[in-house]
């Protein structure tokens, strides 16, 4: 989970940046961390995790995917807030209710050049 957490990170900080290549990107990664996550067939207090993965992938992210594509800021926030609503909303339920992940407000890595053409 931390994979994900840290590309959802770099994901915020591309699209902030309007680099749609790199948010697209990081996009891929977030779907391939998520796959291999669903593939461990994790239950957490009666949560199938790999189930809520899969509705996430199939809404959220594909919400997600559809604002990359469409170099939308606005829809870019709003899905990202819904994605992560989705996040915590299975923490909730799993009884985890103490992990609640938000916007970054700060970069996950600060070895990485953001805005697109960028030296």
Same mark, same amino acid.
């Given at each position: ?9 770099? &994901?915020?900080?591309a699209a902030? =940046? *309007?680099?749609?290549e790199? #948010? %697209?990107y990081?996009?891929d990664? &977030?779907?391939?961390t998520?796959? =291999? *996550?669903?593939?461990?067939? #994790? %239950? ?5 995790i790999?189930?809520?993965?899969d509705s996430?992938l199939?809404?959220q992210v594909a ?5 990359i594509?469409s170099k939308?800021?606005t829809?870019?926030?709003r899905?990202?807030?819904e994605?992560?609503?989705a996040?915590n909303?299975?923490h909730?339920?799993a ?23 960028s030296?």
């Amino acid at each position: 989970m931390t994979t994900i957490q840290l590309h959802a990170g770099k &994901l915020w900080f591309a699209a902030k =940046a *309007a680099n749609w290549e790199l #948010a %697209e990107y990081e996009l891929d990664e &977030l779907k391939e961390t998520m796959e =291999a *996550a669903k593939g461990l067939n #994790a %239950e957490k207090n009666g949560v199938k995790i790999s189930n809520v993965l899969d509705s996430v992938l199939q809404s959220q992210v594909a919400e997600l995917d559809k604002s990359i594509k469409s170099k939308s800021q606005t829809t870019f926030q709003r899905s990202y807030d819904e994605t992560l609503s989705a996040c915590n909303g299975c923490h909730e339920s799993a009884g985890y209710r103490f992990i609640r992940i938000v916007r970054p407000t700060a970069p996950p890595v600060t070895n990485q050049v953001w805005e697109k053409g960028s030296k």
